[in-house]
């Protein structure tokens, strides 16, 4: 595929398999999979391993696991105590009950791979598990930072391990296509008239492509009923007083399958007085990059993004899928050395947390309806954000707020993890689904593309509609004086 002006092209075993609940004990701990049986660990739920065979492939000798260029860095691993606290919250080890995937587990292997351990198909198995949800980093009183960690460890993988034909195929398709909303784009016309023509209820009827392709099915499934939006203006001037100058980051899922919640976030936004700026050519901030170890196109969106943004002159940068903001907030580190990198992460701000340091300016209806707020793993655990989002819902008139239970526990999507490995992020889906049923809530509010399509879609397939929103189509409805039912219609699908 070329490159085109929006969608910019970034620039640029031998050992044994290592045994489960090596080094720890970790049955007691073994929580029940969704469906509460505590069988054999790896026939229900098991991950497919994206690929990965089961057995080490030892037949070319050992390889360590780790070169120099950013290995897991040992300081980190040495914070971890050990103690445990972080395994209940662990997604992959409440499936599976296995210490090698749970946080603890899973830096037991870096640090082997440190001391010399080859990069055997085990290790990698265990680290492509990981939904890289952060649930750990939240739950951990010594402070270790698992998310530096695996994202160095992936980074070595992607490098140095070499993949099946399968899951290489799998992972070209899925980073030649989502981090260029374009290309994504291009998809909905086809996506659109496949909806429309009953022929994606035909395909879901037979269960074919589940059994043929698991991971297709799975991104069928997730695929949102499409609305048409117009694309936004590149100025929105502020209702009003002039509060603020700032920018919004499209995105690349958001904008092809979502543009309603762009257009939701800048009316807001302009609403509580700021000036929108929506930079054409933005590209994609290399969030899904950097989160499978794909360092140097990370590097480069990043790079992009920063020139986008700094040559539109914005006092913020204002993120609304948390994925992307959490990514973006660590740009110092993905581009060290690099000045402009630490000043842009600065200004970045998720939506909820620059409309509540602004303070409300304009009026918000009511809005009678009782809503279940999810916490999106990035935006909660990577970002720290949980009481601006609820905060923002207590300010509208007659709308209720109810929590969820487990509300650490990821709901499965995870960037593209739901793709490269379908059944156990189905599973957390059912989960997560329902606990938020559980809630009686009408709508569930969340604040990631991913969550809301991860969570309707497991609604679906326990046979309940659930409709989602986003935070800023619910403060949208609000300041627009609509009714509950403009949310209520939307059921993700
Ligand atoms: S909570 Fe922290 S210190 Fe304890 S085992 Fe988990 S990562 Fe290690
Ligand atoms: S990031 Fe999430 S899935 Fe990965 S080890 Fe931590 S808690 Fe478990």
Known sequence: MTSTPEDPQPSASTAPS????????????????????????????AP?????IDVPRDVLGPV????????????????CVHCGF????????????EEMDSPR???????????????????????DRCLGCMSCVTACPSGVR???????????????????????????????????????????????????SGLQRLVA???????????????????????????????????????????????????????????????????????????????????????NGRLAEAQAFARRIIDTFDRAGVDHVVVNAAGCGSSMKEYADLLPGDQRAAAFAARVRDLSEILVELGPAAVRHPLPVTVAYHDACHLAHAQGVREQPRSLLAQVPELTVREIGDPEICCGSAGVWNVLDPEPAAALGERKARTVLDTGAALLVTANPGCLMQISTAARRLGRSLPVAHTAAVLDASLRGLPPQSLLGKPGR
Request: glycine share 10%; proline share 9%; net charge positive.
């Open 146 to 196: 698992y998310d530096r960690l695996i994202e160095d460890t992936r980074g070595q993988v992607e490098r140095r391990f070499d993949r099946t034909a399968r899951d290489r195929a799998l992972r070209s398709l899925i980073f030649a296509l989502f981090p260029y909303p374009r290309r994504l784009k291009v998809l909905r016309g086809p996506l659109r008239a496949y909806q429309r």
């Open 86 to 97: 972080c395994l209940s919250t662990c997604p992959t080890y409440v499936l599976w009950g």
């Open 205 to 291: 009827r037979s269960g074919l492509l589940e059994r043929l392709a698991p991971s297709l099915a799975t991104l069928d499934a997730l695929a949102p009923r499409l609305r048409t939006v117009p694309p936004p203006p590149r100025l929105i001037p502020a209702r009003g007083t002039r509060r603020a100058v700032v920018g919004v980051l499209t995105g690349c899922v958001q904008s092809a399958f979502f543009p309603d919640v762009n257009a939701a976030t800048i009316r807001v936004l302009a609403a509580e007085g700021c000036d929108v700026i929506v930079p054409r050519a933005q590209g994609c901030c290399g969030a899904l990059s950097v989160h």
């Open 48 to 52: 497919a391993t994206g690929g990965l």
């Open 105 to 127: 587990g899973r830096i037991h292997l870096m640090k082997q791979g440190l001391e010399g351990e080859p990069m055997s198909a085990s290790l990698v198995q265990h680290v």
């Open 18 to 45: 290592v045994p489960p609940n090596a080094g720890f004990q970790a049955g007691d701990g073994r929580a029940p999979r969704p469906d509460g049986s505590r069988g054999p660990t790896r026939d229900i739920g």
């Open 64 to 79: 360590a696991a780790f070169d120099g260029e950013r290995p897991p860095r040992r300081e980190i691993i040495d914070d």
